[in-house]
Protein backbone atom coordinates (compact mmCIF):
# COMPACT_ATOMS: atom_id res chain seq x y z
CA UNK A 1 0.00 0.00 0.00
CA UNK A 2 1.45 3.19 -1.29
CA UNK A 3 1.69 5.96 1.51
CA UNK A 4 -0.48 9.32 0.08
CA UNK A 5 1.59 12.27 0.20
CA UNK A 6 -0.70 14.59 1.06
CA UNK A 7 1.73 17.95 0.24
CA UNK A 8 1.85 16.79 -3.13
CA UNK A 9 -1.43 16.16 -3.06
CA UNK A 10 -2.25 19.35 -1.95
CA UNK A 11 -0.23 20.96 -4.63
CA UNK A 12 -1.81 19.32 -7.05
CA UNK A 13 -5.13 20.32 -6.27
CA UNK A 14 -4.61 23.84 -5.46
CA UNK A 15 -2.69 23.93 -9.03
CA UNK A 16 -5.82 22.30 -11.05
CA UNK A 17 -8.48 23.76 -9.37
CA UNK A 18 -7.31 27.44 -9.97
CA UNK A 19 -7.29 26.73 -13.55
CA UNK A 20 -10.71 25.61 -13.40
CA UNK A 21 -12.11 28.29 -11.76
CA UNK A 22 -10.29 31.13 -13.55
CA UNK A 23 -12.90 32.39 -16.27
CA UNK A 24 -15.67 32.22 -13.43
CA UNK A 25 -13.34 34.02 -10.84
CA UNK A 26 -12.33 36.99 -12.90
CA UNK A 27 -15.94 37.68 -14.11
CA UNK A 28 -16.88 37.65 -10.38
CA UNK A 29 -14.20 40.06 -9.52
CA UNK A 30 -14.22 42.21 -12.27
CA UNK A 31 -18.43 42.47 -11.84
CA UNK A 32 -17.87 43.08 -8.23
CA UNK A 33 -15.25 45.90 -8.32
CA UNK A 34 -17.61 47.60 -10.52
CA UNK A 35 -20.10 46.76 -8.15
CA UNK A 36 -18.29 48.15 -4.83
CA UNK A 37 -18.02 51.29 -6.93
CA UNK A 38 -21.95 51.62 -8.11
CA UNK A 39 -23.37 54.86 -5.86
CA UNK A 40 -20.14 56.44 -7.01
CA UNK A 41 -20.54 55.79 -10.56
CA UNK A 42 -23.89 57.37 -12.69
CA UNK A 43 -22.76 54.94 -15.36
CA UNK A 44 -23.68 52.46 -13.28
CA UNK A 45 -26.43 53.26 -10.99
CA UNK A 46 -28.13 56.95 -11.31
CA UNK A 47 -27.87 58.77 -8.29
CA UNK A 48 -31.22 58.66 -6.35
CA UNK A 49 -32.89 62.19 -7.07
CA UNK A 50 -34.72 64.57 -4.29
CA UNK A 51 -38.52 64.99 -4.27
CA UNK A 52 -40.79 67.42 -1.79
CA UNK A 53 -42.01 65.77 1.77
CA UNK A 54 -41.91 62.59 2.99
CA UNK A 55 -45.39 60.87 2.46
CA UNK A 56 -46.11 59.26 -0.96
CA UNK A 57 -48.89 61.44 -2.17
CA UNK A 58 -49.60 60.31 -5.80
CA UNK A 59 -51.37 56.36 -6.92
CA UNK A 60 -49.87 53.64 -8.30
CA UNK A 61 -52.10 54.62 -11.32
CA UNK A 62 -51.21 58.08 -11.22
CA UNK A 63 -47.43 56.47 -11.52
CA UNK A 64 -47.98 53.94 -14.63
CA UNK A 65 -49.70 56.89 -16.17
CA UNK A 66 -46.34 59.01 -15.62
CA UNK A 67 -44.27 56.04 -16.83
CA UNK A 68 -45.93 55.65 -20.01
CA UNK A 69 -45.46 58.54 -21.15
CA UNK A 70 -41.34 58.65 -20.76
CA UNK A 71 -40.83 56.83 -24.29
CA UNK A 72 -37.49 55.32 -23.47
CA UNK A 73 -38.87 53.06 -20.96
CA UNK A 74 -41.40 51.42 -23.41
CA UNK A 75 -43.77 51.22 -20.41
CA UNK A 76 -47.17 50.53 -21.87
CA UNK A 77 -48.55 48.24 -18.92
CA UNK A 78 -47.47 47.18 -15.39
CA UNK A 79 -46.16 44.19 -17.37
CA UNK A 80 -43.22 46.28 -18.46
CA UNK A 81 -42.43 47.34 -14.84
CA UNK A 82 -39.87 45.26 -13.10
CA UNK A 83 -39.81 46.97 -9.67
CA UNK A 84 -40.80 50.13 -8.09
CA UNK A 85 -38.76 51.42 -5.12
CA UNK A 86 -40.18 53.87 -2.96
CA UNK A 87 -38.05 56.26 -0.83
CA UNK A 88 -40.13 58.10 1.53
CA UNK A 89 -37.26 60.24 3.04
CA UNK A 90 -36.12 60.87 0.11
CA UNK A 91 -39.31 62.01 -1.43
CA UNK A 92 -38.68 59.52 -4.63
CA UNK A 93 -40.44 56.93 -6.64
CA UNK A 94 -38.25 54.76 -8.81
CA UNK A 95 -39.63 53.39 -11.89
CA UNK A 96 -37.56 50.16 -13.00
CA UNK A 97 -38.72 49.03 -16.59
CA UNK A 98 -37.47 45.80 -17.85
CA UNK A 99 -35.88 47.56 -20.75
CA UNK A 100 -33.19 49.00 -18.03
CA UNK A 101 -34.64 52.19 -17.64
CA UNK A 102 -35.12 54.35 -14.42
CA UNK A 103 -37.50 56.79 -14.28
CA UNK A 104 -37.68 58.85 -11.15
CA UNK A 105 -40.88 60.86 -9.73
CA UNK A 106 -41.27 63.32 -7.15
CA UNK A 107 -43.34 61.40 -4.68
CA UNK A 108 -45.63 63.87 -3.67
CA UNK A 109 -46.26 65.71 -7.54
CA UNK A 110 -45.35 63.16 -9.58
CA UNK A 111 -42.98 65.16 -11.18
CA UNK A 112 -40.22 63.43 -13.57
CA UNK A 113 -37.05 63.85 -11.37
CA UNK A 114 -34.94 62.19 -13.72
CA UNK A 115 -34.76 59.39 -16.54
CA UNK A 116 -31.22 57.31 -16.99
CA UNK A 117 -30.14 53.82 -17.90
CA UNK A 118 -29.70 51.71 -14.80
CA UNK A 119 -26.62 49.02 -15.10
CA UNK A 120 -26.15 47.62 -11.77
CA UNK A 121 -28.30 45.43 -12.00
CA UNK A 122 -27.15 44.10 -15.17
CA UNK A 123 -23.69 43.67 -13.71
CA UNK A 124 -24.94 41.95 -10.98
CA UNK A 125 -27.08 39.23 -12.87
CA UNK A 126 -23.17 38.76 -14.57
CA UNK A 127 -21.97 38.62 -11.59
CA UNK A 128 -23.89 36.04 -9.71
CA UNK A 129 -23.71 34.25 -13.22
CA UNK A 130 -27.36 34.32 -13.56
CA UNK A 131 -26.71 36.37 -16.91
CA UNK A 132 -25.62 33.46 -18.51
CA UNK A 133 -28.82 31.12 -17.29
CA UNK A 134 -29.58 29.49 -14.26
CA UNK A 135 -27.71 26.29 -15.34
CA UNK A 136 -24.51 28.88 -15.76
CA UNK A 137 -25.45 29.87 -12.13
CA UNK A 138 -25.57 26.81 -10.23
CA UNK A 139 -23.19 24.60 -12.20
CA UNK A 140 -20.08 27.04 -13.34
CA UNK A 141 -20.61 29.87 -10.69
CA UNK A 142 -21.80 27.84 -8.01
CA UNK A 143 -19.11 25.11 -8.04
CA UNK A 144 -16.06 27.82 -8.78
CA UNK A 145 -17.20 29.32 -5.39
CA UNK A 146 -16.94 26.12 -3.97
CA UNK A 147 -13.74 25.56 -5.67
CA UNK A 148 -12.01 29.04 -4.53
CA UNK A 149 -13.24 28.11 -1.11
CA UNK A 150 -11.22 25.22 -0.92
CA UNK A 151 -8.05 27.12 -2.85
CA UNK A 152 -8.38 29.10 0.15
CA UNK A 153 -7.79 26.28 2.61
CA UNK A 154 -5.05 24.87 0.59
CA UNK A 155 -3.75 27.85 0.08
CA UNK A 156 -3.77 28.86 3.49
CA UNK A 157 -2.46 25.05 4.62
CA UNK A 158 0.53 25.84 2.33
CA UNK A 159 1.20 29.07 3.88
CA UNK A 160 0.88 28.09 7.42
CA UNK A 161 3.47 24.71 6.57
CA UNK A 162 6.16 26.90 5.20
CA UNK A 163 6.22 29.30 8.16
CA UNK A 164 6.10 26.06 10.42
CA UNK A 165 9.08 24.63 8.37
CA UNK A 166 10.85 28.00 8.31
CA UNK A 167 10.25 28.19 11.75
CA UNK A 168 11.29 24.59 12.74
CA UNK A 169 14.66 25.42 10.44
CA UNK A 170 15.48 28.76 12.09
CA UNK A 171 15.32 26.93 15.49
CA UNK A 172 17.08 24.28 14.60
CA UNK A 173 20.11 26.76 13.24
CA UNK A 174 19.82 28.08 17.11
CA UNK A 175 20.26 25.37 18.31
CA UNK A 176 23.05 24.33 16.61
CA UNK A 177 24.96 28.07 17.30
CA UNK A 178 24.49 27.22 21.12
CA UNK A 179 25.85 23.82 20.93
Known sequence: MKKIKWKSVNRKTHYWLSIVCALPLIIVIVTGIILQL???????????????????????????????????????????????????????????????????????????????????????????????????????FLPSAVILLVLWITGMYLFVMTLLAKNKKKHKKTKKSKV
Open 38 to 140: KKDSYWVQPPTMRGEGTVPNISFERVLEIAKQVEVSQVNSWSDIDRLDVRPKKGVIKVRAKNRWEIQLDHRTGEVLQVAYRRSDLIESIHDGSFFSSYAKLWI
